[in-house]
Structure formats: structure tokens, C-alpha cells
């Protein structure tokens, strides 16, 4: 099956259009100060991702892979990152089994988008490219949750689903 059959049948079957997915990759793709239409290769693989019926950290790897062009794991002593004003744990195995636990909740049907993007971010898995592959991620839970709104696209969900988070 081609790629624009795939995506036709994705799409419909989690009522999202093409549109919207584009929307949200430029929208992803902006957040990181990219300012383009995303590439069919980034549609490509955002469509792969949103196919897979679970997450492994395999898969995660590949979508950094290519969005972040062979970005690592930070799996090893001295792959260190600082964001902002926030330090990840150091570069270790304690990495992919953070990326692990991680995904386990996210494929957990009681996992929370909002709770494992912020863990994600917080883990900072990969030298980089955790931006774009923590909203694609976000983006599978929603639509595996069937709670994603086409109208409102990455940044307004999360900031209501932070909201709301922080009424609890």
C-alpha cells in the first residue's frame, strides 16, 4: 500500500485529515524555529509512528533518527544536555529505562498525554530532536485516545490539559 493510501486510511480511520496532520508538523516543526512546510519524508514517518499499535523505544529511536538526523540516545557517560535552565540525568543506561517506563505509561490506557510529554521533556532521551518526537508521541496518545480535536492543534491541547493538571 503507497504512502498517500496509508495516510488516507490512518487518517480516516482517526478522523484527522491531511491538513491537520500538516498543521501539526508545521506547527511541531515551528516550536523548534523550523519554518517550513514539513517534507514527505517527516509526513512519512509521523504516518509510521501513528500506526504503531504500541511504542518501543526502537520506535522512538527511529523517528529521531530521521527528523533529528541520527540524533543519539544519550545512553552513555558524558552524553549530558542542558535545557534551559533544567539538567536531565546524565547520560547512562538509566536513560532508556527511563525512555522505557516512559512508554509503558504512554501505552498504558490510564497513561496522561499531558503527564508523559512532561516526563519525556523532563528525561530529555536524546541528544536531539525530544521536542519534535515528545509532540509526536503526544499526537499517538491523543489519537489512540480518540481526544484529539482537529481544531486545536498541539499548543492549546497542551496547555488545557496542563490547566487541568494543575487543578488536581
Known amino acids: ?26 506547527e511541531s516543526n515551528a516550536i523548534e524555529s523550523i519554518c517550513r512546510e514539513p517534507t514527505e519524508g517527516e509526513l512519512e514517518t509521523h504516518l509510521w ?22 540524533a ?5 557517560r558524558g552524553m549530558d544536555v542542558e535545557v534551559g535552565s533544567h539538567f536531565p540525568i546524565p547520560g547512562s543506561s538509566m536513560v532508556l529505562v527511563g ?13 496522561d498525554p499531558y503527564l508523559v510529554h512532561h516526563a519525556y521533556e523532563t528525561l530529555h532521551p536524546f541528544m536531539d530532536g525530544n521536542g519534535r518526537s515528545g509532540r509526536a508521541i503526544w499526537l499517538w496518545m491523543m489519537l489512540k485516545r480518540e481526544i484529539y480535536v482537529p481544531e ?3 499548543l492549546r491541547n497542551w496547555y488545557y490539559q496542563s490547566l487541568e493538571f494543575n487543578q488536581r
Request: no cysteine.
Open 49 to 70: 509512528l501513528l500506526e504503531r499499535e504500541q511504542l518501543e523505544a526502537e520506535d522512538i529511536r527511529s523517528i529521531v533518527w530521521y527528523i533529528a538526523g541520527g
Open 99 to 111: 525512555l522505557m517506563e516512559i512508554l509503558a505509561q504512554a501505552n498504558s490506557e490510564h497513561g
Open 152 to 154: 486545536y492543534l498541539f
Open 1 to 26: 500500500m503507497g504512502f498517500h493510501s496509508r495516510l488516507r486510511r490512518l487518517l480516516r480511520m482517526q478522523k484527522v485529515s491531511t491538513t491537520d496532520l500538516v498543521r501539526f508538523i508545521t
Open 72 to 76: 543519539p540516545m544519550r545512553t552513555k
